[in-house]
């Protein structure tokens, strides 16, 4: 009891700004699932996320940094640590013609905003994509044949050992729904993005054609759920499978697990009816790989990140 009122203590000289003890992770993440976080702070700039950083590092508490929460799958027992959720916002054109700079807490929406408002064409893609700029580059997110990794020019990070560097190019080794801040376990602080010149009015209807796609195919805005559940499987001579597809084709459509269910319109988005936990969606989607794998000898591999467990300091 005493360490933990210390580490709270000791955070609040730090960092500036004390942290929050038994929050809800539900409220922090798309699924509407997870039980409390020990620890929870909101950092609202870099200089805050670094130092929320160095201070779990220095005190050895287990720390996890999300953004906006739209990837992640809470466990139903909550998280022994710190959870630091990356508010660090800001955009400005970069040092380059056609590049913005963005600190990782900013939504993609408002990078989007920006670069419509700025006649900067290229990111249309990523219309519609919920979360951060952290959150992206982590996982390389994309859709319609581009991906965060294709605009990045370089960036800021904090590596595993708190000490910031620079990447640039293809330094972060992206691949689909890869980079190695999945290995090296670092943290985006800030990255410049490239775009193009481009006229406004095409950059509008690129946005508007992109966000009418997914209202086709996906659950309505607002839906509990964390995106596509698995990442479509790439054979071994390069070719991409839908995992929709597959799934489909398994018999996934009307699989349910307590209130985790397979969404009728498109059947690799698992959403929360309502009171599901993560142990039902882990079940779900435990059944659903059983039966891509018998039906078409396909592992498929999630997509939505699972967080890891992790040990009590107090
Ligand atoms: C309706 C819906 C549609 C979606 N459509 C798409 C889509 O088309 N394409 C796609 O790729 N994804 C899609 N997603 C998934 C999600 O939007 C992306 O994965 C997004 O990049 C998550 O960003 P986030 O800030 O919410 O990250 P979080 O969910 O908060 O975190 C995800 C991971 O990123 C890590 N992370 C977060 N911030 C940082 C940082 N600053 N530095 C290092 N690591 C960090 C976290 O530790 C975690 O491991 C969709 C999700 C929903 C709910």
């Given at each position: 009891m005493d360490k933990f009122k210390d580490f709270a203590g000791g955070f609040l000289e730090s960092v500036g700004r004390p942290l929050m003890t038994g929050v809800s992770l539900k409220e922090h993440s798309s699924f509407r699932i997870g039980g409390k976080a020990e620890f929870f702070f909101e950092a609202g700039s870099a200089e805050e996320l670094k130092a929320a950083v160095a201070r779990a590092r220095l005190e050895s508490v287990p720390f996890y940094v999300i953004g906006g929460g739209y990837n992640i799958l809470f466990p139903d027992?909550?998280?022994l640590g710190l959870i630091i959720q990356n508010r660090a916002q800001g955009i400005s054109r970069g040092p380059g013609p056609g590049e913005i700079e963005v600190l990782s807490g900013t939504p993609l929406s408002k990078v989007l905003q920006f670069a419509l408002d700025n006649g900067l064409?290229?990111?249309?893609?990523?219309?519609?994509?919920?979360?951060?700029l952290g959150g992206a580059l982590y996982s390389n997110a994309g859709a319609f044949g581009s991906s965060i990794g294709d605009i990045f020019r370089a960036g800021v990070f904090l590596d595993e050992k708190g000490n910031e560097r620079t990447a640039e190019g293809n330094d972060l080794a992206f691949a689909y729904r890869r980079s190695a801040l999945q290995q090296k376990h670092s943290i985006a602080l800030s990255a410049v993005l490239k775009a193009a010149a481009g006229d406004p009015e095409m950059i509008r209807n690129g946005i508007e054609e992109n966000l009418d796609k997914r209202r086709r195919k996906?659950?309505?805005?607002?839906?509990p759920c964390a995106g596509s559940y698995f990442k479509n499987p790439v054979l071994p001579d390069g070719t991409k499978v839908s995992a929709g597809r597959l799934l489909e084709e398994a018999g996934a459509r009307n699989v349910r697990v307590g209130d985790a269910a397979v969404f009728s319109g498109h059947c690799n988005f698992l959403i929360n009816?309502?009171?599901?936990r993560a142990c039902d969606v882990l079940a779900l989607a435990a059944e659903l790989k059983e039966r891509v794998r018998a039906t078409s000898g396909i592992l498929l591999e999630e997509e939505v990140i699972y967080l890891p467990g992790s040990f009590s300091m107090f």
């Open positions: 027992e909550g998280y064409a290229g990111l249309e893609f990523l219309a519609g994509i919920p979360g951060t996906q659950p309505p805005w607002g839906t009816l309502g009171r599901a």
